[in-house]
């Protein structure tokens, strides 16, 4: 037997460095050849580590949330055969100790001995899970979207049985416990309890890029946001039209797209806006393919994916390509390269979007677009009241490169063109 040295491997693009995000194996483990180990994350992207060969785990290189540097070793297999422990320089792989039960490492799997306890199996189709709550120290593996859901349905964690990874609580499961027809005759807390437990979220993966990108943002842009109100009765009545017409054979139609191409024609007036501004070279950099970066919330936190050359994409195409994008950032499986090189962001919450927000500036882009929800409202028209569909556009912008009234009259032109859809599509 030998053993089998895995070092971080070299992702590119000049990256030295990346952090550790999630184990997907724990010592004493058997791996297969090609099987997932870990997930680190680059500045752009998450990056699963697959294992190339196949053995038992000896050691791990470090835990989730510890930031370490490429060509450094990340675990250690015992393989059959001479294994390539003597070609490696690098120093010997500590184990990684027991991460303490009240604060483990979010996503980072169960601490060590509670690993080793056998996975409960999966609930049968045909007989409910009985709550077996977990200890009170043991908090269980959940996502951000899963504990708020959780938190919304008065559903304590601890006595929901997680199917994913390592025990992970999946919205799967929260859909079962919600549905097993015993749960009123079981044992769970009421509202009317008093607490005293608390939690320690370390912030890593993810949630530590946000964090730093919102707080060197919001330090380093002079931001300003600009509110408008936009009659969007035609552009609905024209949507459904589309969808009902042609929504079976192209796709339907989400007003996203009527929302990018406003965009792309609007910025043909102001090209300033489509911009991009390197504060260190003090050099702005104003583009002509307009790649529109749709923020998108999962379930371990906010991601924006590029829609590339939207100006170049009819509003099915660019449908279809959002759509594919909002997935793939959700399964968090986008590429580097469809997580970087937008010129300007389109945001929205969708039903949650409130009437005004004050989106972030996603530097180094000079403006962000925010979208508010739809509603029915009694306008005065020609000294009539009638019942209109209002949206709020709420948007964002660096005032150190654009000034307020080209920002306003940047969103006065994307409403002239969603009151009037039809002149979206005049050339």
């Known amino acids: 037997m030998g053993t089998h040295v895995i070092k971080m491997p070299d992702i590119g693009e000049g990256i030295a460095q990346v952090e550790l995000v999630e184990w997907f194996v724990k010592v004493g483990d058997t791996v297969t050849e090609d099987q997932v180990v870990a997930d680190v994350m680059t500045d ?11 053995g038992k785990v000896l050691a791990l290189g470090g835990q989730p949330g510890e930031v370490m540097a490429v060509g450094s070793e990340l675990i250690r297999i015992e393989v059959e055969g001479a294994g390539n422990l003597q070609e490696s320089a690098s120093k010997p792989v ?3 100790p027991p991460v303490p039960a009240a604060a ?3 996503g980072a799997g169960l601490p060590r001995e509670e690993a080793s306890k056998p996975t409960p199996p999966a609930p049968s189709a045909h007989q409910p899970t009985p709550i077996v709550p977990r200890e009170a120290n043991e908090r269980p593996l959940a996502s951000p979207a899963v504990r708020k859901r959780a938190l919304d349905a008065g559903i304590e964690l601890r006595y929901v049985h997680g199917s994913g990874p390592a025990g992970r609580i999946l919205h799967e499961d929260l859909d079962a416990f919600l549905t097993q027809p015993t749960l009123s005759t079981q044992s769970a807390p009421g509202g009317y309890v008093k607490r005293s437990d608390s939690e320690q979220i370390p912030v890593i993966g993810l949630r530590r ?3 730093q990108r919102m707080q060197d943002a919001k330090r380093r842009v002079a931001h300003f946001s600009y509110v408008e109100e ?3 009765t035609a ?3 024209l949507r459904l039209h589309l969808n009902k017409k042609w929504g079976d054979s192209r796709g339907k139609l989400t007003l996203l797209p009527f929302l990018v191409r406003a965009m792309v024609v609007a910025l043909r007036e102001f090209p300033q806006i489509n911009a991009t501004y390197d504060d260190e070279a003090q050099v702005i950099t104003r583009h002509g393919a307009v790649h529109v970066g749709i923020a998108t919330q999962g379930d371990n936190g906010l991601m924006v994916p590029v829609l590339r050359h939207a100006e170049a994409g009819s509003l099915w195409s660019n449908a279809g390509e959002i759509v594919r994008l909002a997935n793939a950032a959700r399964g968090n499986k986008a590429s ?4 970087t090189g937008s010129t300007i962001t389109l945001t929205s919450l969708g039903a949650l979007g409130g009437i005004v927000s004050t989106p972030v500036v996603n530097t180094p882009e000079v403006a962000i677009v925010g979208v508010n929800r ?3 409202r009694p306008m005065v028209i020609n000294g009539q009241i009638v019942i209109r569909k209002m949206m709020n556009l709420s948007s964002s912008f660096d005032h150190r490169v654009v000034d307020g009234m080209d920002a306003a009259l940047f969103i006065q032109a994307i409403r002239g063109l969603l009151e009037q859809p039809a002149s979206l599509f005049v050339e």
């Open 44 to 54: 752009k992207a998450t990056v699963e580590i697959p294992s190339p060969v196949s």
């Open 235 to 237: 552009l609905e009545e």
């Open 209 to 211: 890029k946000i964090a």
């Open 94 to 96: 500590e184990p990684v």
């Open 230 to 232: 936009i009659d969007v």
């Open 104 to 106: 483990p490492a979010v």
């Open 374 to 376: 739809m509603v029915e």
């Open 336 to 339: 580097r390269e469809e997580l």
